[in-house]
């Protein structure tokens, strides 16, 4: 049988930080948990990202393929399902309502017929903008609290956990 955690040498420096969620509450073994404290910050960040970004009417996971189409003009539907870990039949509601709205476009991508390539309109361009700069006021207590490596590292550890989940498949 193993010594519980707290009655290891060292185990306080080691163990991650109590995280509470309300005043008195201790958060057990969740506070060791990487899920449901990832789950915590993302439906903290959900809630005020949807409520924000409310007024441009636009459905979840705009934003996150706007980004996408901006950083890669032709890239395809399939190519943002898969780095946003969607189903592509969502990618494909959110590209129709972008091209309905006029801030993006599909083409006919010239080396593959079947493949359409996406490119922002200049109006998707502004809304995205205008996105952005939402989102960086919704993260701001988050970045305030860390440093600038901190912040760095926080996403760059996050991405890594992203790829090794993907790659288990």
């Known amino acids: 049988m193993t010594e ?3 009655d290891q040498p060292g185990a306080a420096e080691a163990r991650a930080p109590d995280a509470g969620i309300g005043p008195g509450m201790n958060r057990g073994m969740l506070g060791e948990s990487i899920g449901p404290t990832i789950r915590l910050l993302r439906n903290m960040l959900t809630t005020r990202i949807v409520a924000a970004f409310e007024p441009f009417g636009l459905r979840s996971g705009t934003f996150s393929t706007m980004a996408l189409i901006a950083a890669n003009p032709g890239c395809s539907q399939t190519e943002i399902a898969r780095e946003i870990g969607t189903d592509k039949s969502i990618v494909v509601a959110i590209v129709d309502d972008l091209e309905k709205r006029g801030l993006a476009e599909r083409q006919r991508s010239t080396q593959d017929r079947r493949r359409n390539a996406l490119r922002l309109t200049g109006a998707g361009e502004a809304v995205m903008a205008d996105l952005a700069a ?3 006021q919704i993260e701001q207590p988050i970045r305030a609290a860390l440093s ?3 912040v ?3 996403i760059t550890l996050s991405r890594r956990a992203v ?5 288990d498949g």
């Open 4 to 6: 519980p955690l707290q």
């Open 134 to 136: 939402l989102g960086r």
């Open 148 to 150: 600038e490596a901190e």
């Open 152 to 154: 760095t590292q926080l």
């Open 163 to 167: 790829d090794a989940l993907m790659a």
